[in-house]
């Protein structure tokens, strides 16, 4: 008997863990029952996976506890926090994020002029708007004046201004031009998403990444010039399976890229959204759930999670349901947030 889009909710509900019968109550079928609620965070509070998880969030503003590919980076602790359901609202994960988000108060006139400081305050406000806290002072003030920043980019786009430089490294991008985690911090920003003028400002700049130009032309490695100044485009909106079948830890970034784009209309409009959310249907099981090759959605040591590289969902990843589950539960999320219900 075949599973449909409809019976799918119920199919996790079913046999996932805490983790992913919570995401799906709240984030797939926005439930309203306390009660019920109640229940499935109670189960994902005893969670092994979020208490290790919580464990690794501790307040450290070195650079490379912020910025690295070590487990206990900030960008890796609370973009994996927050894939597992921890958000604005849970006490105690409310608790671990205070500190970060005094540090943006405090900060807020930071001197752009600083590209490390300026770069860490957005990967911070980029990350708490992911985790909820997009509506609060200090993340929507920074998102916002990197929307402004951006707008006039892509008003005004000067590709002729990039290049590439294989030899060239640094480890900060430069400030004038979009990177992902501004992107995901629109996503997921109330106080832009919910702005009519704003969402528009952040859609100009999304058209302007899904486009050949700046696809092929701009890379990690591509430098910019700002007046007499050269920076690293680094962390570039990338598009996974733009013009390929992404595999791989880049079949895993593609998902974390479709959730983060899936909130704009050109995006959801585009043809490589299109196309992707075809490649995905290509692992759909006969009986109407989805089951990615199990390398493909990798939980490594070291890694980024922004990369993809620590995707998992669910306690026991040995169990044969588990891959089916997380896989499943990718696709169902993609969906939500694009408003594709068939």
């Not at 409809?6 to 984030?27: A, C, G, H, M, N």
């Not at 899936?262 to 490649?279: G, L, Q």
Request: proline letters at 4%; one cysteine or more; hydrophobic letters at 40%.
């Amino acid at each position: 008997m075949s599973v449909y889009h409809e019976d799918l909710t119920w199919w996790l509900l079913r046999y996932s863990e805490p983790v992913i019968r919570y995401r799906t109550l709240v984030d797939i079928m926005d439930e309203r029952d306390v009660g019920r609620i109640g229940r499935a965070l109670n189960d994902l509070y005893k969670s092994p996976l979020i208490l290790k998880w919580l464990e690794r969030l501790k307040f450290n503003m070195a650079f490379n506890r912020i910025h690295s590919n070590t487990t206990d980076a900030f960008e890796n602790v609370i973009g994996k926090l927050s894939m597992l359901g921890m958000r604005a609202g849970l006490q105690p994960f409310d608790n671990k994020t205070l500190p970060y988000r005094a540090w943006l108060t405090d900060n807020r006139q930071m001197s752009t002029a600083e590209p490390r400081g300026d770069f860490m305050k957005t990967i911070i406000a980029s990350l708490l708007s992911y985790a909820g806290y997009g509506s609060t002072m200090p993340v929507s003030e920074h998102l916002k004046a990197r929307l402004e920043m951006l707008h006039s980019f892509a008003r005004q786009p000067d590709f002729d201004a990039i290049f590439r430089d294989e030899e060239q490294s640094k480890d900060t991008p430069n400030s004038f031009l979009p990177c992902v985690h501004d992107i995901r911090g629109f996503a997921f920003c109330n106080a832009i998403m919910n702005s009519r003028v704003l969402r528009k400002r952040a859609e100009s700049v999304v058209k302007v990444i899904i486009s050949d130009v700046f696809q092929f032309r701009l890379c990690k490695r591509s430098i910019a010039r700002r007046g007499s100044r050269f920076d690293v485009m680094g962390w570039a909106v990338h598009l996974p399976g733009y013009g390929s079948s992404p595999e791989g830890v880049e079949f895993a970034e593609l998902l974390l890229t479709l959730e983060m784009m899936a909130p704009f209309e050109p995006a959801r409009t585009s043809e490589w959204f299109h196309d992707s959310m075809n490649y995905l249907a290509q692992f759909r099981t006969e009986s109407g759930t989805y089951r990615f090759p199990r390398a493909w959605l990798p939980e490594r040591k070291v890694g980024y999670w922004i990369r993809g590289e620590r995707m998992g969902l669910e306690e026991n990843r040995g169990n044969e349901m588990a891959i089916e589950c997380e896989s499943t539960f990718w696709v169902l999320r993609i969906r939500k947030l694009a408003g594709l219900y068939s």
